[in-house]
């Protein structure tokens, strides 16, 4: 059974830093693109973060590239998600996604927020 559960969120203060962590089962996630994607109050969810493979290319979104890193544990089947600097208008629920076989799965999201 595939599962993808997300943990790491909080609150944190404007310039902070969080990692999120996507552990994953029932498949290699080393094998597998892998993403993370936010979605707003009110806003469609976007991608922030895409790894194609282990060890392969990775692509962020324009407002997150520079600040935040997606990474790997293969060992451990977990990708991370770092962020840095953060703003409040990164303030969202963070989900990391995999397709396999033409299913995409989701986990169930954790809350990101920046304020004061």
């Known amino acids: 059974q595939v599962q993808l559960v997300e943990s790491g969120g909080g609150l944190v203060q404007p310039g902070g830093s969080l990692r999120l962590s996507c552990a994953t089962s029932?498949?290699?996630?080393?094998?597998?693109?892998m993403s993370w994607y936010r979605q707003a109050p009110g806003k469609e969810r976007e991608l922030v973060a895409l790894?194609?493979?282990?060890?392969?290319?990775?692509t962020y979104s324009a407002s997150v590239k520079g600040r935040f890193t997606i990474s790997r544990d293969n060992y451990r089947n977990t990708v991370y998600l770092q962020m840095n600097k953060l703003k409040p208008e990164d303030t969202a629920v963070y989900y990391c996604r995999t397709d396999l076989s033409g299913v995409t799965y989701w986990g169930q999201g954790t809350q990101v927020t920046v304020s004061f």
């Open positions: 029932g498949f290699i996630s080393g094998l597998r693109a």
């Open positions: 790894s194609t493979t282990a060890g392969g290319s990775t």
